[in-house]
Nanobody, 123 residues
Framework: QVQLVESGGGLVQAGGSLRLSCAASGRTFSSYAMGWFRQAPGKEREFVAAISWSGGTTYYADSVKGRFTISRDNAKNTVYLQMNSLKPEDTAVYYC????????????????WGQGTQVTVSS
């Protein structure tokens, strides 16, 4: 079992920044990959970024590449998503997720999910 709790969402103007955090507990954090996903109203949940168990490899969706950075601190059991140059189309509920067996961008591969944190970007 893995428990995930996101924080750091909020309301920001276009061009601004936010940093999301996801605190994990349960299994050994450094043994599994982590990802961030988002879901806007009326849309399917989509991949945003993922990071390997060691933090040495990262993947990004094309829509956020160059603006968002995923990182992790295995000593603190926490994964982060630094979001810069935010756009109104980034507005969504953001979820962190844990993939115990693989390191992918596929939503269906992830085993555990947080409750989500709302990010709203005003124009």
């Amino acid at each position: 079992q893995v428990q995930l709790v996101e924080s750091g969402g909020g309301l920001v103007q276009a061009g601004g920044s936010l940093r999301l955090s996801c605190a994990a507990s349960g299994r050994t954090f450094s043994s599994y990959a982590m990802g961030w996903f988002r879901q806007a109203p009326g849309k399917e949940r989509e991949f945003v970024a993922a990071i390997s168990w060691s933090g040495g490899t990262t993947y990004y969706a094309d829509s956020v590449k160059g603006r968002f950075t995923i990182s992790r601190d295995n000593a603190k059991n926490t994964v982060y998503l630094q979001m810069n140059s935010l756009k109104p189309e980034d507005t969504a509920v953001y979820y962190c997720a844990a993939d115990l067996l693989r390191f992918t961008t596929a939503t269906m591969s992830y085993d555990y999910w947080g409750q989500g944190t709302q990010v709203t970007v005003s124009s």
